[in-house]
């Protein structure tokens, strides 16, 4: 069974604080993905990546920056986090073959306060 | 840019009848791929069924089946003999091909289901 974890399933932090998010796939996908989910909106694609090194945005990039210095772990960082950050992020990942699904992590909840 | 739909924020259904979940997407492509996935209360997302755009035949798993209108841009899902383990958020999402030649998923805002006992 593919794997895709996400280390943190429930953060406190305070605003202004930098936050690290990791994510990590045990199925050498080459796409990897980082969403946010709200109520009401449904995921919203965050930032991607195709390859090591390789990043794309996503619908909504502003306050967040993304690593992928390894193949199978995928990070999202709030470079200074505010309180409208404060969602669920869903981790995700996918092989490059088409037609092939997208998996998911367990969702890590964020709060900053 | 390719867009996904879904008008129902929730829906409800008695247990053993049958529910169907919209689902109308936009694109320009003429390959690609539809999806339904499951959030059940734990937020594990779990894929329900999968249809490839060029393939005329509705996809199929066991209870649940969709019904795929490409010329409508329309993917709609039918639960068939719902059982209480089908309450959950339902999404619908496309796979769109990247300008750098992969893949991206983008989800509707989620149905949520509710069933009756």
Not at chain 1, 32 to 50: C, N, T, V
Request: charged share 25%; aromatic share 14%; glycine share 6%.
């Amino acid at each position: 069974d593919v794997k895709v974890t996400q280390s943190s399933r429930y953060l406190v932090k305070r605003t202004g604080e930098k936050v690290f998010l990791e994510c990590v796939q045990d199925m050498d996908h080459e796409n990897m993905f980082w969403y946010r989910q709200d109520p009401g909106l449904g995921l919203r694609l965050i930032y991607f990546s195709y390859d090591v090194k390789m990043k794309e945005k996503g619908d909504i990039p502003e306050g967040y920056s993304v690593s992928r210095e390894k193949k199978e772990r995928f990070s999202l960082i709030l470079e200074s986090a505010s309180t409208n950050q404060t969602s669920m992020y869903l981790c995700a990942s996918s092989p490059l073959r088409a037609g092939n699904t997208i998996y998911f992590g367990e969702g890590s909840w964020l709060t900053v306060v | 840019a390719q867009t996904v739909t879904q008008s129902q924020p929730e829906m409800s259904v008695q247990e053993a009848e049958t529910v169907t979940l919209s689902c109308t997407y936009d694109t320009s492509e003429s390959d690609y791929y539809l999806f339904w996935y499951k959030q059940p209360p734990s937020r594990q997302m779990i894929l329900v069924i999968r249809q490839e755009a060029y393939k005329q035949q509705n996809a199929t798993e066991n209870r649940f089946s969709v019904n795929f209108q490409k010329a409508a841009k329309s993917f709609s899902l039918k639960i068939s003999d719902s059982q209480l383990g089908d309450a959950a958020m339902y999404f619908c999402a496309y796979r769109s091909t990247t300008t750098s030649g992969t893949y991206k998923y983008i989800f509707g805002t989620g149905t949520r289901l509710k069933v009756l006992a």
